[in-house]
């Protein structure tokens, strides 16, 4: 995924851990199962309602406006403290910007799909913050602005020095050692907490291509939980903590390793892609795409965090110019069937290579796209 100044890509796409122990008894994972199912019914009682109501209502208006948030319904479905819909999943995407043009480009975006997303997801290294370069600055202006204007946030820290030296390339040793706090952690730790609204932020997605190169799976659990600990120190508490993986199940038990444990994660999140003539691969569907990784995070690292798409889209096929629109058609109805997936991102831009471009390709795809997210289950209440 590119950071939101300019072009950076990641390598081929490709827990159930030593978890620290919780204390936790039993009876308390029964009870979270018990509260799961109840919430789920209840989800499934408040979409047919709304299906219900989209079907009776006199469908006026021709869709050309940005569609608004559904009212709370009686406080049901207001989102948990960390951000979790019960009635519903979040819709989300990475829409391609520079420095200035973050909002500009989310109200484009929004406009060929008919409505607000929910998150916006943006991307930072950990370069000190001097003069105008802001790669490093969680909430920069343009992030505050995009906010203020009934958005999430999903913000994507990563241990790198876009366009530094190697010597400047912070390691997760070195984070976990507490080389980079006086510089740069405390630094952007207290600038979140100053914000004050709660936001997702991810350290190092994808960390199971990042290594060895940026350290030992074990210096990424060390350096993941200093900084969460740091914040805590620092009096944080305004961040929803997302740790995302490729998904990509050739990694499996690496990415068991690379796990921080549950008291550092919130939600957990993967990235996975119909990527057909970019990894010469075959065509696959979405439900393709997903329900392995699904099912296998379930398994093996969480079976009650919520769960998010951090990435998600589709090559073009050039020789079937349908086959794009077909895809985003699958979409919701699969989606529901991902037990506790409660965001999905679109990615809207490209990997480097040729066939690689991942952005919506046509007017049918978009309007395929705009037809699935107008789903009700995608379109949940902030507050």
């Known amino acids: 995924m590119p950071h939101p100044f300019g072009h950076r890509k990641r390598a081929h796409r490709h827990r159930r851990p030593n978890r620290p122990p919780t204390g936790r008894p039993a009876r308390w994972y029964a009870d979270r199962r018990l509260q799961l199912a109840v919430a789920t019914l209840l989800c499934a009682v408040l979409t047919a309602v709304l299906l219900i109501h989209d079907e009776l209502s006199d469908g006026s208006g021709d869709g050309q406006d940005i569609a608004s948030r559904p009212a709370a319904m009686g406080g049901a479905c207001t989102p948990t403290a960390l951000l979790e819909p019960p009635c519903g999943a979040w819709f989300g995407a990475f829409v391609p910007h520079h420095k200035g043009n973050l909002s500009e480009k989310v109200r484009d975006y929004e406009r060929r799909i008919g409505r607000k997303l929910d998150i916006v997801y943006t991307y930072h290294d950990m370069s000190l913050v001097q003069g105008s370069r802001l790669e490093g600055q969680l909430l920069t202006e343009e992030e505050q602005r995009v906010a203020a204007d009934d958005h999430l946030l999903l913000l994507s820290w990563e241990s790198k020095w876009w366009g530094g030296g190697k010597a400047q ?159 985003y058609a699958e979409v919701p109805g699969v989606l529901k069937g991902l037990t506790g997936v409660k965001a999905a991102l679109q990615w809207n831009y490209r990997d480097p290579g040729p066939h690689c471009d991942l952005a919506v390709a046509n007017d049918r795809a978009w309007s395929s796209l705009r037809k699935a997210v107008s789903d009700p289950y995608f379109n949940q209440p902030l507050g």
């Open 169 to 327: 390339q912070p390691t997760w040793k070195q984070i976990a050692d507490g080389e980079l706090d006086a510089s740069v952690i405390d630094v952007q730790a207290r600038r979140v907490k100053k914000y004050g609204k709660k936001v997702f932020l991810s350290f190092d997605l994808e960390m199971d291509t990042r290594t060895p190169a940026n350290g030992t799976p074990e210096d990424y659990v060390r350096a993941y939980r200093h900084i969460h600990d740091r914040f805590r120190e620092l009096g944080v508490t305004n961040v929803v903590w997302t740790w995302i993986t490729t998904g990509y199940l050739a990694h499996a038990d690496l990415i068991k390793r690379m796990y921080p444990g549950d008291d550092y994660v919130d939600w957990v999140a993967y990235n996975q892609y119909n990527y057909y003539r970019c990894h010469t691969t075959g065509w696959l569907s979405f439900a393709q795409t997903q329900r392995a990784t699904h099912d296998w995070i379930r398994k093996n690292i969480s079976d009650d965090k919520p769960l998010m798409l951090s990435e998600f889209g589709t090559a073009d096929d050039p020789s079937r110019p349908d086959r794009q629109a077909e895809w």
